[in-house]
Structure formats: structure tokens, C-alpha cells
């Protein structure tokens, strides 16, 4: 069963905005990533947070992590075109930690130039 | 360049044929995956290893089968008891270590039955 629910289900914005995303999970977690895909390809692993973590940067990327509301967010800033791809978290269980992820159903981002 | 290599990038079948998708990866990942995903929709695991010679079923396991004979390998077979084979597959790796290992992807196969 899908864990991670993302909203929104689509994004539409102008170069240059943020774009916010955001997934909640059911169960307790070891780590949620973040993960992106452009059309037609494979994932691209973006960023992890670990449970006793509350936010992590990577370069245009911020995750935060509210495991009291069992919900992330991952902000892109300064988006650009190339930015346009979906994004999805994935969430490892706590009861199935080691090598198994459940991912949610996604966020099509669109960056109009 | 290591990475995860899926072939065909395109495949098509009539039904009832079974159909074997072909995952490699030389990144010397112990772990290895299959995700389906449907158009829309986010990826639900059909099977991992966790090692050589040993497998698991993931959400989605019926109608398909794996094998695991060696670290590099992966393949899947989607048999006839599939009732909707049509998809888009992913095969994926990692290290498999306990907290946190990200996922490498190849860059699926898309299956279509007729």
C-alpha cells in the first residue's frame, strides 16, 4: 500500500518562484527521501532526512521533516525550467528498515520559463 | 560509468505470452528491486533481494516472478496470471545497509500487452 501522499498533485509556476511540495506518511519511519523523475525515466534519488532530523539542505533543495505530523515538505528555490519533472518521497518503515521503501503517488512540477 | 542498465526500453507482447524484463547493475549493490508504475501514479514495489539466491515479495508480487542467481542480476518475469501487465517497470539497487541507503534506478522498460 502507498504510505506517502503528496500534495499538490500538480504545480505550475514561473522561473524563478519557489516551488513547495508536500507528503504525509501513516507509519512511524527510520528516513524519508525525496526522489525525482523526469518523463519517461528513471528516479533520481534529491536529498534524505532522517526521523531525528528536522531539516536538511542541499544546494536549491530544503526538506523539513515534522514527524509529529508525520509530514515533509520539500521547497525548491529560485526555480528553474529544468526544474520540471515529478517529485516523489519514499518513505522507509521503521518495521521494514533496511532495505525497502514505499513511495508516494507524486507532484508534477512545471516551471514556465 | 556504474549505473543500472534495463532492457529493452520498449517491449511489446500479446497476451498470454510470458515475458522476461532484464535489470543489470555494476554498481556492486547487494540489494536489488522491481517497482511498477502506472500512468499518474507513484511506484509500487513487485519484489526485492536483499542478497544472492534469496528474494521477497513486495504489494504486487502475483503474477510475476524473480530470480536471483548472481549480485548483478535481476530479472522479472511477467507470466500470463498478470490480469494488467501494461506498465511502465523500474528496476532499482542500493547498498542495502540499515539507515538509509538510497535507490539507483535504471531508466525503465515500458511493457504493453495486447
Known amino acids: 500500500s502507498q504510505q506517502g501522499e503528496e500534495d499538490p498533485q500538480a504545480l505550475s509556476i514561473q522561473e524563478g518562484e519557489n516551488a513547495t511540495m508536500n507528503c504525509s506518511y501513516k507509519?512511524?519511519?527510520?528516513?524519508l527521501q525525496w526522489y525525482r523523475q523526469n518523463s519517461g525515466r528513471g528516479l533520481v534519488h534529491l536529498i534524505l532526512?532522517?526521523?531525528?532530523?528536522r531539516e536538511k539542505h542541499s544546494g536549491r533543495l530544503r526538506v523539513t521533516l515534522d514527524t509529529s505530523k508525520k509530514s515533509s515538505s520539500l521547497l525548491i528555490t529560485a526555480s528553474r525550467a529544468a526544474d520540471t519533472a515529478s517529485y516523489f518521497c519514499?518513505?522507509?518503515?521503521?518495521?521494514?528498515?533496511?532495505?525497502?521503501?514505499?513511495f508516494g503517488e507524486g507532484t508534477q512540477l512545471t516551471v514556465n520559463p | 560509468d556504474g549505473g543500472i542498465t534495463q532492457s529493452p526500453k520498449y517491449l511489446f507482447r500479446k497476451e498470454g505470452q510470458n515475458v522476461t524484463l532484464s535489470c543489470e547493475q555494476n554498481?556492486?549493490?547487494?540489494?536489488m528491486y522491481w517497482y511498477r508504475q502506472d500512468p499518474g501514479q507513484g511506484l509500487r514495489l513487485i519484489y526485492y533481494?536483499?542478497?544472492?539466491?534469496?528474494?521477497q515479495k513486495g504489494d504486487i508480487a502475483e503474477g510475476y516472478s524473480v530470480s536471483r542467481e548472481k549480485k548483478e542480476s535481476f530479472p522479472l518475469t511477467v507470466t500470463s496470471a498478470q490480469k494488467n501487465p501494461t506498465a511502465f517497470y523500474l528496476c532499482?539497487?542500493?547498498?542495502?545497509?540499515?539507515?538509509?541507503?538510497?535507490?539507483?534506478f535504471g531508466n525503465g522498460t515500458r511493457l504493453t500487452v495486447t
Open positions: 532499482a539497487s542500493s547498498t542495502g545497509l540499515l539507515g538509509g541507503s538510497p535507490l539507483h
Open positions: 507509519t512511524s519511519i527510520n528516513n
Open positions: 519514499a518513505t522507509e518503515a521503521r518495521e521494514t528498515s533496511g532495505s525497502r521503501l514505499t
Open positions: 533481494s536483499q542478497i544472492v539466491n534469496d528474494f
Open positions: 554498481l556492486n549493490h547487494d540489494a
Open positions: 532526512i532522517r526521523s531525528n532530523e
